[in-house]
């Protein structure tokens, strides 16, 4: 007669065992934590980047159809490019209000990423210099420094938008405030202490020949907020001196 095995023994974790596991998936999310993150707001970054682009190329065929000039000194820069009243009304030179939101911005009621709202969101601000809207764009002496778009925050410690636009109608947007970007100020609710990203080091910004890029938020060289560099009056002012 054979004798047969003995069964198995079902060995289970001991406490130390099991303590190693826990501190080895601890230390994975801890180091792939930045890297999602940094590729979340690289995401984020090239979205900002595309929505400028699209709102310079709106722009300027805005400014095709008006004689070059940038914007009309009545109505709002947002109604020059958009028509906020319901089909069958025909688009202007962008067809969805999405583009005036930035990935950083997450409106918080009232305000709202969706049209058709008394307080759409607006995360992007027109060069907010005196007399740049209604200007002629021939007048740009250095158009690769000068900004004419970038996100319009407002003031506080932490990334933060409140720019508006009444969209239930294009006469209602029309007599919205514009909202404007300056290195130093912002409307409504300015000036921003920092960059949209990179913990508030970086920022993007739209060129008046057209190119959108990301910059420093400030530094020794060439800055959002840095008057030091030789271009530095340019990115705010069309000209020297000015008007």
């Known amino acids: 007669m054979t004798k047969s095995s003995p069964p198995p023994v079902e060995r289970a974790f001991t406490l130390i065992e099991l303590l190693v596991v826990i501190a080895t998936i601890i230390i994975l999310f801890a180091i792939a934590t930045p890297v999602f993150n940094s590729v979340l707001e690289r995401a984020k970054v090239t979205k900002d980047l595309s929505n400028l682009r699209q709102i310079g190329l709106a ?11 940038l914007f009309s000194t009545t109505g709002s820069w947002m109604s020059g490019l958009y028509n906020a009243d319901p089909p069958p009304a ?3 030179y962008l067809s969805s209000w999405g583009v005036f939101v930035s990935p950083f911005d997450r409106p918080a009621s009232p305000r709202t990423s969706s049209p058709n709202n008394a307080n759409s969101a607006v995360s992007y601000g027109i060069n907010g210099t005196s007399g740049v809207i209604g200007m002629s764009a021939d007048k740009i002496s ?4 000068f900004i004419v778009f970038a996100p319009a925050q407002a003031s506080g410690s932490a990334v933060d938008f409140r720019g508006i636009g009444n969209t239930t109608s294009q006469a209602n947007l029309a007599a919205s405030s514009n909202v404007t970007v300056l290195a130093a100020a912002t409307i409504p609710n300015g000036p921003a202490t920092g960059g949209t990203h990179n913990s508030r080091t970086k920022i993007e910004a739209l060129f008046a020949d057209w190119h959108a890029e990301t910059i420093p938020w400030s530094g020794t060289g060439p800055a959002f907020t840095n008057t030091s560099d030789p271009d530095g009056p340019y990115r705010w002012s069309p000209y020297i001196p000015y008007p």
């Open 59 to 69: 722009t300027q065929l805005y400014m095709n159809d008006n004689s070059g000039v």
């Open 90 to 92: 025909t688009p202007k």
């Open 142 to 145: 250095k158009p690769s420094v």
